[in-house]
């Protein structure tokens, strides 16, 4: 059974500008969460999916949005992207909303000069 | 505050000699727990959970935890280390009901010495 897959896996970007990553989840899982990770703040929930609505939502300014289709594949989109939007941007897929436990993708590394 | 302490931010370990991982919680009602490792350049992995039940439970690679209410920890535990077990180690607590999220803590660097 394949895993959780984050594409890409690595992206260069410059200020200003904007990006979307993709997450496919778990054959069966139907909520997808997104996490970033940074070596100062350590891993941030940013939001979660469950059936293409959005469950729940952590401390990021509105430049973070995401979204989820029928498929339960997930996608988040970064708008004007600042120095400090680098980071590991993990998505983790569960059977169903809060249903623990969460199993992650590699990660894709968004580094913006 | 819901919160997940890991005191130590790197340990070293020799090779063969045992381990003990520590992590605190602050939360609201008994949360569910989970240890996970990351390699470098990888995602995360799932090593153990504890939901309820018995209070010491396995994971995978010969890991165990032990969960202890009246002291809010959840300690992993690994009686010998092996050199592959060098990783980033994070506890984690999240809620019981649906849309909640994991809580994690800074994590815990562990190397290993032969």
């Known amino acids: 059974k394949a895993g959780v897959t984050q594409t890409p896996r690595y992206l260069i970007k410059t200020r200003g500008q904007q990006v979307t990553l993709s997450c496919s989840p778990i054959s069966g899982h139907r909520s997808v969460s997104w996490y970033q990770q940074t070596p100062g703040q350590g891993l941030q929930f940013l939001f979660e999916?469950?059936?293409?609505?959005?469950?729940n939502k952590g401390n990021f300014p509105g430049r973070f949005s995401g979204r989820q289709f029928s498929n339960s594949r997930s996608e988040m989109n970064v708008s004007t992207l600042e120095l400090g939007d680098s980071a590991l941007y993990l998505c983790?897929?569960?059977?169903?909303?809060?249903?623990?436990?969460?199993?992650f993708g590699d990660g894709t590394r968004l580094s913006i000069l | 505050a819901q919160s997940v302490t890991q005191p130590d931010i790197h340990i070293t370990v020799s090779e063969g000699a045992s381990l003990e991982l520590r992590c605190n919680y602050s939360y609201g009602a008994t949360p569910y727990l989970f240890w996970y490792v990351q390699s470098p350049g990888q995602g995360l992995q799932l090593l153990l959970k504890y939901f309820s039940g018995d209070t010491l439970v396995q994971g995978i690679k010969g890991f165990e935890a032990e969960f202890k209410r009246s002291q809010s920890s959840f300690n992993l535990r690994k009686p010998s280390v092996h050199w592959s077990d060098a990783a980033e180690y994070f506890c984690?607590?999240?809620?019981?009901?649906?849309?909640?999220?994991?809580?994690f803590g800074k994590g815990t660097t562990l190397s290993v010495s032969s």
């Open positions: 999916y469950f059936s293409e609505t959005q469950r």
């Open positions: 984690a607590v999240g809620a019981r009901q649906a849309g909640t999220a994991l809580i």
């Open positions: 983790a897929s569960s059977l169903e909303a809060g249903n623990q436990p969460q199993h």
